[in-house]
């Protein structure tokens, strides 16, 4: 697991909120001490009104960061998601981060970085595409959506397509999207595969990289409702490096996990 940063609760004030979809906002928060310290991968916890209606912050990937602003990707799904995207600019919200570990980009040699996203799973695709490229790596992005409609690409590279109708890309799922890659993502040299989206389907693509010996970070989602550890809310089960099952908590050991330890 990769080491986590020092975890900081602060006031920061909504800079600017736009609608990328139908359901779908980038909220720029200015959040100096949190942008200093966050790694691609990582999440933050955000309380978003000064009332007890949500009671519980709600968890975002950090999407990018620019300077002192960090962005969040907000689909709206619930009340408490219907809140902060309706919240005006200037106003403030409680920020929790960074939470969580981070996509593990330095401990091992590749030169192409695959990046698999479904749905909403972009969130954190851009901070890591931008880190990467820095740092002289070539990212592909394979991005799976029920229909172009759903894409949620704005500012990702070299983008490869499949939805569930065929409106855009490949007809099919991101995993056969993958699959017809394969072979000439192999041809650039060792990579490194690394996956935001559904369960389903990062179960699906674990157990692909495990059978094609493909290294492979996946960034699992759950209910974090504290972000620290203390609620319990977000234990799942992992294969123990020396066998048989244990148990973490995915916002204190994850949300990133190799995914050879993802049961299957």
Same mark, same amino acid.
């Given at each position: 697991m990769r080491e986590t940063n020092t975890i900081v609760d602060v006031k920061a004030t909504i800079a600017h909120t736009r609608r990328i979809s139908s359901d779908v906002s980038i909220i720029t928060l200015n959040c100096p001490s949190i942008a200093a310290t966050a790694k691609p991968g990582n999440f933050v916890n955000i309380k978003v009104n000064d009332t007890t209606q949500p009671l519980l912050r709600r968890p975002f990937?950090? +999407? !990018?960061?620019?300077?002192?602003?960090?962005?969040?990707?907000?689909?709206?799904?619930?009340? =408490?998601?219907? $809140?902060?995207c309706n919240s005006d600019e200037g106003s403030t919200v409680m920020v929790l981060g960074p939470l969580g570990?981070?996509? !593990?980009?330095?401990?091992? +040699?590749?030169?192409t970085a695959v990046l698999v996203s479904g749905g909403i799973g972009t969130a954190p695709?851009?901070?890591?595409?931008?880190? $990467?490229?820095?740092?002289?790596?070539?990212?592909?992005? $394979?991005?799976?959506?029920?229909?172009?409609n759903d894409l949620l690409t704005q500012n990702l590279s070299n983008?490869?397509?499949?939805?569930?109708? =065929?409106?855009?890309?490949?007809? =099919?799922?991101? $995993?056969d999207l993958l699959q017809n890659e394969l072979t000439e993502l192999e041809k650039e040299g060792p990579l490194k595969i690394f996956a935001c989206g559904p369960n389903p389907m990062l179960k699906a693509l674990a157990k692909f990289s495990q059978d094609h010996q493909l290294s492979c970070d996946v960034s699992l989602e759950s209910v974090m409702g504290c972000g620290i550890g203390i609620c319990y809310g977000c234990s799942v089960e992992i294969n123990a490096p020396s066998g048989g099952v244990k148990t973490i908590l995915l916002c204190r050991q994850g949300p990133v996990i190799d995914a050879k330890l993802l049961v299957v």
């Open positions: 990937s950090i +999407h !990018d960061v620019q300077g002192t602003m960090i962005e969040v990707m907000v689909k709206s799904v619930g009340c =408490g998601t219907t $809140l902060f570990n981070s996509f !593990d980009i330095t401990t091992e +040699h590749f030169n695709m851009l901070f890591l595409e931008k880190t $990467l490229i820095v740092k002289g790596i070539k990212v592909i992005n $394979l991005v799976g959506v029920r229909t172009n983008c490869r397509f499949a939805t569930d109708d =065929g409106s855009i890309g490949l007809k =099919g799922t991101v $995993l």
